[in-house]
């Protein structure tokens, strides 16, 4: 026998024996362990009466319309914009004189067009959203005295802002230029990344709360996976080698591992997929195609301790979530050691992790329930919003006749009225 797999199966020994499941083989349920310290305690954080938000009224074309034409939006991971719309609308935050507004919302959504696959394509959503700011700019006076510094947009697509699935693309298009001076609400997050804005608020994907409720399995069920992960480790259509998807961490991950009994990885998503991320101790997050995927939800909501694998990576609400503490961080250059570095985590360490992943403020956070309940995701971007007043008025409001936007910066083709 290898070194690697005695030292390995005497830690997964080590770990049923000591307490994720018995010395039975059945699993005993962890006491849940309270979140404190800088990051935690704010997500109990009550949004209301901190902030008051103003919801434009569009007309129909830029959201109800577009979701009665392809209802597919509702289910896919970028479907935190249509609930923001719809959480924000009975919100009691929600102010209808917008004299009295902190903030300003343009409900306008851009990740609605769909193929026949059901994957979303981004190259209408700058017309679109360049059309919602001209007209909410021409009929209210509130985008103008600011250009839009106390105006924030929920833009979930892959690379946020700059509108394209490809990240190449993405980085010579930039952030739409009119929104250089918004708050971004967004999934993608990267560090130094063009992509990502100083100042947006970083969201967890939408993960269907009521699917993964149909897939819970007894807390008795003992974890006997080691590293579990279901997913694409090569995209054979551009880039069948894997040095560029994923920035080849993911085909690190299968060619190191893909014959270690402790690793469970496959391309096949069975149908036993939530159980079987119940039954695992570690869950890997490697950046993929998108930069987010509801994995790391599923993963924290079955409390699955999420091995990131995404170097500079910037995580949903990073300062209310101790990730450090809940998850294992591995560098895309230390992929082929994963093993050695994943069987020296202590059972102690183990377990403390899988207690703060138990508390239930930290899965709420990760939700975007219907209807709405305390702390979940929605509450949480309203923290983020409140954290950010008051505004500095001497950096948000304009002086009379003064511009910064150059509303004909862009590509040619973002100019074309929608």
């Known amino acids: 026998m290898k ?23 059945v699993h005993q349920p962890q006491p849940t362990e309270r979140i404190s310290g800088s990051a935690g305690d704010v997500l109990e954080d009550d949004p209301v009466g901190r902030l008051k938000v103003f919801v434009y009224e569009l007309p129909s074309k830029y959201n109800k319309r577009i979701l009665q034409k392809d209802p597919r939006c509702l289910n896919h991971m970028f479907a935190a914009e249509i609930f923001m719309h719809k959480f ?33 394509l981004p190259f209408k959503s700058p017309r679109m959203m360049r059309s ?17 510094a106390d105006h924030f ?14 990240e190449e693309k993405a980085i010579e298009r930039g952030i739409l230029p009119l929104l ?8 993608f997050g ?25 897939h819970l399995i ?4 003992p974890r006997s996976i080691f590293v579990y992960f279901r997913g694409l480790f090569y995209d054979m259509s551009n880039d069948p080698e894997g040095g560029y998807y994923a920035r080849g961490a993911r085909a690190s991950v299968w060619e190191n591992f893909k014959d270690n009994p402790l690793f469970d990885i496959s391309t ?35 409390g699955c301790i999420p091995v990131i694998i995404a170097d500079d990576i910037v995580l949903p609400f990073a300062d209310a979530i101790p990730w450090e503490e809940i998850g294992v961080f591995v560098a895309e250059k230390d992929v082929p050691k994963l093993d050695t570095i994943l069987t020296s985590i202590s059972p102690e360490v183990v377990l403390r992790k899988q207690r703060l992943l138990a508390n239930p403020s930290m899965k709420q956070a990760m939700l975007f329930p219907q209807p709405a309940q305390p702390g979940d995701a929605f509450h949480q971007i309203l923290n983020g919003l409140a954290r950010k007043l008051p505004h500095n008025k001497n950096k948000v409001y304009l002086k009379p006749g003064e511009k910064t936007l150059n509303w004909t910066a862009g590509p040619v083709v973002d100019l074309k009225p929608w």
């Not at 100083?198 to 409720?213: F, L, R, T, V, W």
């Not at 007894?218 to 069920?221: A, C, E, I």
């Open 132 to 148: 919602a700011i001209l007209l909410i700019s021409s009929k209210w006076p509130y985008w103008n005295r600011t250009e839009g």
């Open 218 to 221: 007894s807390p008795d069920t």
């Open 153 to 166: 947009f929920v833009v979930p697509h892959d690379f946020g802002a700059c509108f394209h699935y490809q």
């Open 3 to 25: 070194p690697w797999v005695r030292v390995s199966s005497f830690l997964l020994v080590s770990l049923l024996v000591s307490g994720i499941g018995g010395a039975d083989g």
């Open 268 to 302: 096949e998503h069975p149908s036993t997929y939530y159980e079987d991320m119940q039954r695992a101790i570690f869950c890997l997050c490697p950046l993929g195609w998108a930069p987010w995927s509801p994995r790391l939800v599923e993963g924290v909501i079955f």
């Open 180 to 187: 250089q001076r918004a708050t971004l609400v967004q999934t």
């Open 88 to 120: 924000l609308l009975s919100s009691p935050v929600r102010t209808l004189n917008p004299e009295e507004a902190d903030w300003f919302y343009t409900p306008a959504y851009t990740t609605c067009h769909l193929t026949k696959s059901g994957l979303p």
């Open 190 to 214: 990267q560090q130094n990344h063009v992509c990502l804005k100083e100042g947006s608020i970083n969201i967890p994907p939408y993960a269907p709360q009521q699917k993964m409720q149909d």
